[in-house]
Nanobody
Framework: QVHLVESGGGLVQPGGSLRLSCAAS????????MAWYRQAPGKQRELVAV???????NYADSVKGRFTISRDNAENTTYLQMNSLKPEDTAVYFC??????????????????WGQGTQVTVSS
């Protein structure tokens, strides 16, 4: 089984910064894309940023120039540096790992996984 554990959320004033981390653990052979999603109250979950294993990155238009996604393939960890935060960035942020290949009990498995989410609140 693979577990994704997020950390780094919290309360910050507008214009402030936060850095989210997501560490994947388990019998992981490789991870394809790692991404951050967010869900605000009453809204659908939306993609914030995604980084492929080869380094290709895409951002939602609303966070371009303010957020930076990165990953450490050796540690199966992804980070989201969030600068110039706005109240509209307030949401629960979820980590997602796609095309995860694991080896367990003599079997190779391919699946995707979600973290439990971490709250980010931007307010004065």
């Amino acid at each position: 089984q693979v577990h994704l554990v997020e950390s780094g959320g919290g309360l910050v004033q507008p214009g402030g910064s936060l850095r989210l981390s997501c560490a994947a653990s388990g019998n992981i052979f490789s991870i394809g894309a790692m991404a951050w999603y967010r869900q605000a109250p009453g809204k659908q979950r939306e993609l914030v940023a995604v980084i492929a294993s080869g380094g290709t990155i895409n951002y939602a238009d609303s966070v371009k120039g303010r957020f930076t996604i990165s990953r450490d393939n050796a540690e199966n960890t992804t980070y989201l540096q969030m600068n110039s935060l706005k109240p509209e960035d307030t949401a629960v942020y979820f980590c997602h790992a796609d095309w995860v290949i694991t080896y367990n009990g003599g079997q190779w498995l391919l699946d995707d996984y979600w973290g439990q989410g971490t709250q980010v609140t931007v307010s004065s």
